[in-house]
């Protein structure tokens, strides 16, 4: 007995080690492609994508107009983010993807304001299986470089075998400056 408790002993040395090896959860793969924005057209400052413009990668433009910023301010994640007003235009994103029908799903981002924006509160609507959400942020004294990116997140519960998530702005009053948007994820929620 002494000797197979000196075995458990080792055993429970030894496993932790083992067990510490990163092991990816299935159900925290992001389901989006490209949900940071990263892999898209060569950028300075910001670039103008109209409606209908699939230039960011697994992204499609929704309405009016976004800008894809570059250099313009410092990203959420990456270096590479939206502004979902364009110059001009009240813009929007979507993105498809695989679901099964009645599972749930968590749908993360984070947010920010363009500075110096006439709506000093910047609005979106994230969309998704017929339902919708508003999220706004509070962009009073932020700066190019101090975004002040806050993580948003959202529940919906998938109806197809394919889903499309949109996310667009809200606000009608600065069309030039409006809501920032940065890594998107889309993620199962175990049951
Ligand atoms: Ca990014």
């Keep these: 007995m ?13 496993v932790p080690h083992v067990r510490s090896a990163p092991v990816p959860k299935a159900a925290e793969v992001n389901l989006l492609v490209n949900g940071g924005f990263e892999e898209g057209p060569d950028v300075d400052g910001f670039l103008a994508l109209d409606a209908g413009s699939e230039a960011v990668k697994g992204w ?3 309405r009016g107009q976004i800008d894809y910023i570059g250099t313009h301010w410092v990203s959420g994640e990456g270096s590479r983010s939206l502004d979902l007003h364009g110059s001009p235009g009240f813009g929007g994103v979507k993105q498809s ?12 981002f984070l947010m920010a ?14 969309r998704a299986a017929g339902k919708k959400e508003a999220f706004s ?4 004294g932020k700066t190019h470089k101090e975004m002040g990116w806050a993580k948003k997140s959202w ?8 889903t499309t998530l949109e996310i667009h ?9 409006g809501p920032a948007l940065d890594d998107v994820r889309v993620v199962a929620v175990k049951k």
């Design 155 to 162: 529940e919906f519960v998938a109806t197809e075998a394919e």
């Design 97 to 108: 993807f695989q679901t099964t029908a009645g599972h749930k799903y968590r749908v993360s």
């Design 60 to 62: 499609a433009v929704t």
């Design 137 to 140: 942020f509070d962009n009073e």
């Design 2 to 14: 002494r000797t197979l408790c000196g075995l458990l002993v080792l055993s429970a040395v030894f």
């Design 113 to 126: 304001g363009s500075p110096g924006s006439k709506s000093s509160v910047n609005t979106v609507c994230v």
């Design 169 to 177: 702005t809200l606000d009608d009053e600065d069309n030039l400056a």
